[in-house]
């Protein structure tokens, strides 16, 4: 998840035992949680005194063990809620979800990764929030790549091994910087297959003028409807709800 070496040591042991902790079904005692932060029981347990007092982690008081608490979902929460983002651009994503019934990805661009900022529909729910993959993977990704330079994309093509376990792709440079030009035409980009096994995606880039980060949404769709999809009218709507969004994170107020 980090690179302990890249940042703080506090900070980053706090953010480390956080991690540990959310994947300790039944929470972990201080010895426990020293020996994976590499760290003496003394240290452990004065950062787990801050995150309880952050009410970020609690401790059983019959078994001695620490858990994360449910408090953590209000920073999750607002996240969510704040990160970009306004009122009204989550009612408009919402409305278009009721409307079409297929699922809207909001995503943000962070070191070359796609991360899912908020989504609305049918497989929209608190696991897809974070969700990520390498921005040469993703429809948005793709989009958000074809408005560079294009002597930068090849350093964005997915790393081989990151394509074995998607089904239907063929690693092929060729063919996915020919995805890139047509992005580059159309403002938009396909993932016939993406990370859900029965799902494909398309995706555009947000055109927010002075934004500070690189944006994007995908329309998630079963992968049972696609061969009966009208694309071109499907592409037309998306970047329909893209121009929208465009303008409400514009004029926010």
Not at 173 to 199: H, Q, S
Not at 200 to 210: I, K, R
Request: hydrophobic residues 40%; proline residues 5%.
């Amino acid at each position: 998840m980090m690179k302990a070496q890249r940042i703080q040591p506090v900070l980053g042991r706090g953010f480390q035992a956080v991690h540990l902790l959310l994947n300790a079904n039944f929470g972990l005692g201080v010895t426990e949680l020293a020996k994976k932060l590499e760290i003496a029981p003394s240290s452990t347990q004065d950062i787990l005194r801050t995150l309880m007092t952050l009410e970020l982690v609690e401790q059983n008081e019959e078994t001695k063990r620490y858990w994360l608490s449910p408090a953590i979902f209000e920073l999750i929460h607002d996240a969510a809620e704040h990160y970009g983002a306004t009122p009204k651009f989550f009612e408009t994503l919402r409305r278009e979800s009721q409307s079409t019934g297929y699922t809207y990805y909001f995503q943000t661009v962070f070191r070359e990764v796609m991360y899912v900022t908020y989504c609305a529909g049918p497989h929209a729910d608190s696991v897809a929030l974070g969700a990520n993959c390498a921005i040469g993977l993703s429809s948005t990704g793709k989009a958000i790549l074809s408005r560079r330079p294009r002597e930068t994309w090849a350093s964005c093509y997915p790393a081989e091994e990151s394509l074995i376990d998607v089904p239907g792709v063929v690693p092929d440079l060729k063919r996915w910087i020919g995805e890139l030009e047509t992005a580059r035409e159309t403002g938009i980009a396909w993932n016939r297959y993406v990370t859900y096994k029965d799902c494909c995606s398309l995706g555009a880039a947000l055109h927010v003028e002075g934004a500070l980060m690189e944006r994007g949404i995908a329309m998630v769709i079963p992968r049972a409807q696609y061969p009966d999809v009208d694309q071109v009218k499907m592409e037309q709507h998306l970047l329909g709800v893209v121009d929208k969004v465009s303008r409400i994170l514009e004029s926010p107020l």
